[in-house]
């Protein structure tokens, strides 16, 4: 079956913009996890949404950072004002449900590069 | 805090090779230890969850082994295309994983 899906694949932008990063997870899967990867570090995680609701929202660095979902499914990652600090790989994960355990499948990512 | 430690940062083998990558975890109430390969330019690839101390799970040439304080993923006569960054994580009783900043393996024909 078609895994987690995510788009744009890469993102060239310029500092101050805004962007927007799409991902569509695995059908029936109700969890969705957003996690940052920059160059030579760890996965970061930043949001999780269990249905539309995001019972954890501890790891957005700041508020230029939000996320929403809709219908259950798709969810949108929104950067605004955009910095170089930015800059990183944007993964996006989906799991059947939230309780411990539940194994987390990736996307393909996004890479976002802000000039 | 919960942490997890990935050693060696960097591996390199000669094909047929084997050896042993390892994860060191502290977490408050483990409920998985995951191993995910990630290949360049894309995401995680799950490979092995291990829920309790003395779980072993295998799949061709990998292994993984838990215990309270660590696991091991084992790679018995590697090959070329096993070359990887080979990433741990832990569930704990959050809703999130932790990472450590994986292994990078190189294995040489």
């Known amino acids: 079956g078609a895994g987690v899906s995510q788009s744009p694949s890469n993102k060239v932008t310029e500092k101050g913009k805004d962007v927007e990063l799409r991902c569509d997870p695995i059908s029936g899967h109700t969890a969705l996890y957003w996690y940052r990867q920059s160059l030579g570090q760890g996965l970061e995680f930043l949001i999780y949404?269990?249905?539309?609701?995001?019972?954890?929202k501890s790891g957005l660095p700041s508020d230029r950072f939000s996320a929403e979902r809709t219908g259950g499914s798709v969810s949108t990652l929104t950067i605004q004002r955009t910095q170089q600090e930015d800059s990183a790989v944007y993964l996006c994960?989906?799991?059947?449900?939230?309780?411990?355990?539940?194994?987390?499948?990736f996307g393909p990512g996004t890479r976002l590069l802000v000039l | 805090e919960d942490q997890v430690t990935q050693s060696p940062e960097a591996l390199r083998l000669q094909e047929g090779e084997s050896s042993s990558l390892n994860c060191s975890y502290t977490?408050?109430?483990?409920?998985?230890l995951f191993w995910y390969r990630q290949d360049p330019g894309k995401g995680p690839e799950f490979l092995f969850t291990l829920y309790s101390a003395g779980e072993e799970k295998e799949k061709e040439r990998l292994k993984a082994t838990l215990t309270k304080k660590e696991s091991f993923l084992h790679i018995t006569a590697p090959k070329p295309e096993d070359s990887a960054t080979y990433l741990c994580?832990?569930?704990?009783?959050?809703?999130?994983?932790?990472f450590g900043t994986g292994t990078r393996l190189q294995v040489f024909p």
């Open positions: 994580a832990v569930h704990d009783y959050t809703d999130k994983l932790i």
């Open positions: 949404f269990q249905g539309n609701s995001a019972p954890d």
């Open positions: 977490v408050s109430g483990l409920r998985g």
């Open positions: 994960a989906s799991s059947l449900g939230s309780a411990g355990g539940e194994t987390q499948y």
